[in-house]
Every structure is written in structure tokens, then in C-alpha cells.
């Protein structure tokens, strides 16, 4: 993205060298007189961005300063009627054509400084570009963006550090620690800006363990204790409501090869931060998703009901369940064309839900599954959307800022390992995609966060042994 600054000045006073030679005439001044007083010397005002490309849809973040650098309050605005939104903060909205655009920042302190910058934004190359790596190799942890642009690496079996990449630097940061390693966690965004992790496994000492504990990271002070959970839980889901509690949903209890999953469900309150339990599912479930509906509502789809591999049978649900906020009840709701675990759900714009990929029971000669379907909230049913380029399960799925969906990495079979290098652009629209091969690596157990500029993050995962600490740009 090209962005250009312009400085403007406020235009110098008209002398009044007639008034003076006038006053001189008359008596009215002398050589040691004092000059006429003047008005303060012109104000520089300078816009400045926050990062760099942006693609359609995309946000950036930009300010105002002066000549020395000093943050200035000013009025932001769009030039052009049909370029994108900005509001009182400086967040820049693009708008859904590529084009060249123009933000404008006047101050609210120095009448008559301006500055104006022209703003590229552009279509989706659909192409990875090289990021320095992670400070910590990193399997299962979670990475959530935050207020400012950033984004927090938690967790992972090899580490209890915290770190945060800046897109304005494309570097990482420290960004403290959680005293203990915890995985195969969840993170929520909380009102406020913090982030809420909850539950997985953590290490005391030589001894790992299913956790019932959670704990806040809030942006400048790091991470600290949150109340308890009402049960351990890993492997569970969780989904933020839209009066900012959150949702978490069954998980397995504990360690171990045959284990069967949990059905309860309980609610985090920031107001109170505590836990209260609520109510629990029709099913008990593992390896399943929770996405919230445009009525607040929340879809449960899938899972398994253990980690059953020796002494049990493993049951993979085609069910699904909604969950009711303002009753803390759970209600059977359509059925997926295809029983499946490890798989993604998406919510689109227009408020119905992409499933994609999984582990699945229903196919005849491999357990991954590329079948692609779609929840209607309208109708209360699934339906069969289309077909993957290739069979993903444990993969990433990512809402670009154009409408479409990246699907990143994952298990897979045809290729070389079980982990994939291959990534696909879906479109909902024309049920298809185009496919891109990463040249750094293949992996599962990632991470893909969507940036502000529209960029998307692929950080950590595993190829098939330890964590890693590869990361690569989606552009």
C-alpha cells in the first residue's frame, strides 16, 4: 500500500506595512517603538499511518502529529463520497472497490492545519509472503488480535510465554508469561480489549493435567489468575456471546486414550469474573464448533464423544444444537450432511454458517473429509455447499475481508506428510476455490488470524512431530 503524507500549512498574515508608514506620519511610532503583534507561525499537522497494505474491506489506523512528533486532536474524514468510512478514532474502513483514496485529518487545535494522505487499496493477491519467525516454537496455543492491530501467541506444548506480533514492524514482542505451559486451550476476546484463556492442559511441575483454571490477559499489565471454571475441560469450545460473556461447551475431563467427553456448559462473566454453570448439551461432545448466530444464539456442530481408541468405540455426531442465551438451554437443530470432528465453521455475512473439512466416518477409504456445507439459521437445516480442492481435517478457516474464506494447512491424505501445504481460497458464492502451495511448510494445529489491513497471520502448528515457529503472511 502506498501512503502518502501531505503537509498543508496555515497561510501567513498580510502584512500591514501601509498602517505602519501611516503611523509614522502621524507621530504615532518611532524606531523604538514595538512591532505590531502577530499571530502565532504556521502549524504543521502531519497524518500518519498504522501499517501497511490493506485490501478491500480492510481497517487501518491512522493519527495526526505535529512537526515534533507530539499527537494532535483532529477531525478525520473521507475525500471521496464512495471511499470507505472513518471514525472519530481514526479508523479507517476501506471500502469493497479497490482504488485510490484520500483520508483527511484537520486539527482541533490549530485552525486551518490540514493534512490529507492517499490511501491504495487493492484486490487479494491470493499469495504467502515470508514473516520472521515466532520467539517460541508454539502446537496447539491460541492467537487472538488485539485493539491495537497486534496479535497474542498463548500458550503451546513447548512453552508458557506469551508474545505479540506488530504488523506496523512485522516483528514479534514479548508479551510476558503464564507461570504454567497450557494447550489445546481456548481464547476469547472479552469487552475491553482483554483476552480470556480457559482451560486445556497445564504443567505443574513434572506432572501434566486437565486444567479448571483460566486466566486474563489484558494489553499492559499481562496475564493474571481469573475465577474458576466449573469443571476441567480441554478441547472443548467456546464462543463469545453478544453482551460479551462467554459461552464455553463440553471437552474432554482428562488425559488419556479412552476418555468420553463432557456435555456440560458454562458462562464467564467479565462483570463478575466468575463462572456459573449452564445447563449442558443434548450430546456430549469434543472436537466440535460453536459459532454465534446473528440472533445471539450459538450452533453447535459435530465432535466426538470421546477420545475413545482401545477399550471404547468412537462416536463422530452429525447433530447439532442450539444454544439460547436468554434461557442457558441447549435445543437440537437440523442435522450435518456428514458426521465430522476437527473440522471449521465460519459465519458469513449474511448470517448463515460454512462448515468445512473434518474427520469423518462417512467416507469409504479415508477418514478426512473435503465435503463443504452450510447452515441456514432461516430454515434450521444444513446443505451440501461444494467440495474442497483437497481433504482437510484440524485445518484453518478464515473470513477474508472480501466475503471469501481461506483454508489453511490441516491433516490431509494425497500428498507427501499428513500435514498439508496446501492452502484454498473458497468462495461461498460459486461454491469453489482456488488452491496455493506454501514452500515453507507444511502443518496442522495452527493459527490464522485475520489482521486489521486484511492480511491473514499463519503462525506455529507441527509437521508431524514437535511444534514450530514458521509464520507466513496470506496476502
Not at 508608514?21 to 512591532?35: D, I, R, V, W
Not at 458426521?339 to 462417512?362: N, S
Amino acid at each position: 500500500m502506498k501512503f502518502i503524507g501531505i503537509e498543508l500549512r496555515s497561510l501567513s498574515p498580510v502584512l500591514v506595512a501601509a498602517g505602519l508608514a501611516l503611523l509614522s506620519a502621524c507621530g504615532g511610532g518611532s524606531s523604538s517603538s514595538g512591532s505590531v503583534g502577530a499571530p502565532p507561525p504556521p502549524a504543521t499537522l502531519r497524518l500518519l499511518p498504522a501499517s501497511g497494505d490493506i485490501k478491500v474491506g480492510g481497517a487501518l489506523q491512522v493519527w495526526a502529529e505535529d512537526a515534533q512528533g507530539h499527537a494532535v486532536q483532529a477531525s478525520f474524514s473521507v475525500v471521496e463520497a464512495q471511499g470507505g468510512t472513518v471514525d472519530a478514532a481514526g479508523r479507517y474502513q476501506a471500502p469493497a472497490t479497490a482504488g485510490t483514496y484520500h483520508l483527511r485529518a484537520t486539527s482541533s487545535q490549530a485552525p486551518g492545519a490540514v493534512a490529507e494522505a492517499a490511501v491504495k487499496v487493492s484486490v487479494y493477491q491470493v499469495a504467502l509472503a515470508p514473516a520472521p519467525s515466532s520467539q517460541v516454537s508454539r502446537l496447539d496455543h491460541t492467537a487472538s488480535l488485539l485493539p491495537d492491530g497486534s496479535v497474542l501467541l498463548a500458550g503451546g506444548v513447548e512453552s508458557s510465554q506469551l508474545e505479540r506480533y506488530l504488523p506496523s514492524s512485522g516483528s514479534f514482542a514479548p508479551a510476558g508469561d503464564l507461570g504454567t505451559r497450557r494447550w489445546a486451550h481456548q481464547a476469547s476476546a472479552l469487552p475491553g480489549g482483554g483476552v480470556l484463556l480457559t482451560g486445556g492442559i497445564g504443567v505443574t511441575g513434572n506432572v501434566s493435567a486437565v486444567q479448571s483454571t483460566a486466566q486474563i490477559y489484558e494489553p499492559g499489565t499481562g496475564a493474571r489468575p481469573a475465577g474458576a471454571m466449573t469443571a476441567t475441560r480441554m478441547l472443548h469450545a467456546a464462543a463469545e456471546l453478544a453482551d460479551g460473556r462467554v459461552l464455553l461447551t463440553g471437552g474432554l475431563p482428562v488425559t488419556g486414550s479412552d476418555i468420553y467427553a463432557t456435555a456440560t456448559a458454562e458462562i464467564f462473566n467479565p462483570a463478575t469474573g466468575g463462572f456459573t454453570a449452564s445447563g449442558s448439551m443434548g450430546t456430549p461432545r469434543t472436537g466440535h464448533t460453536a459459532t454465534r448466530l446473528p440472533d445471539g444464539k450459538i450452533l453447535i456442530a459435530g465432535g466426538r464423544d470421546s477420545s475413545c481408541a482401545i477399550y471404547c468405540p468412537l462416536r463422530i455426531w452429525a447433530s447439532a444444537e442450539l444454544y439460547d442465551p436468554a434461557t442457558g438451554t441447549f435445543t437440537s437443530t437440523g442435522r450435518l450432511t456428514q458426521a465430522r470432528y476437527g473440522h471449521t465453521a465460519t459465519a458469513l455475512p449474511d448470517g448463515r454458517v460454512l462448515i468445512t473439512g473434518g474427520t469423518t466416518p462417512d467416507l469409504p477409504d479415508t477418514d478426512m473429509s473435503s465435503s463443504v456445507e452450510i447452515y441456514d439459521p432461516a430454515t434450521g437445516t444444513f446443505a451440501g455447499a461444494g467440495t474442497l480442492l483437497r481433504p482437510r481435517s484440524h485445518h484453518t478457516a478464515t473470513l477474508l475481508t472480501d466475503g471469501r474464506i481461506l483454508l489453511a494447512h490441516g491433516r490431509t491424505t494425497g500428498e507427501s506428510s499428513m500435514a498439508s501445504a496446501t492452502l484454498e481460497v473458497f468462495d461461498p458464492l460459486l461454491s469453489k476455490s482456488v488452491l496455493l502451495v506454501s514452500n515453507l511448510t507444511t502443518r496442522y494445529s495452527h493459527t490464522a488470524t485475520r489482521l486489521l489491513s486484511g492480511d491473514v497471520l499463519l503462525a506455529g502448528g507441527t509437521e508431524g512431530g514437535g511444534g514450530i515457529n514458521l509464520t507466513e503472511l496470506f496476502r
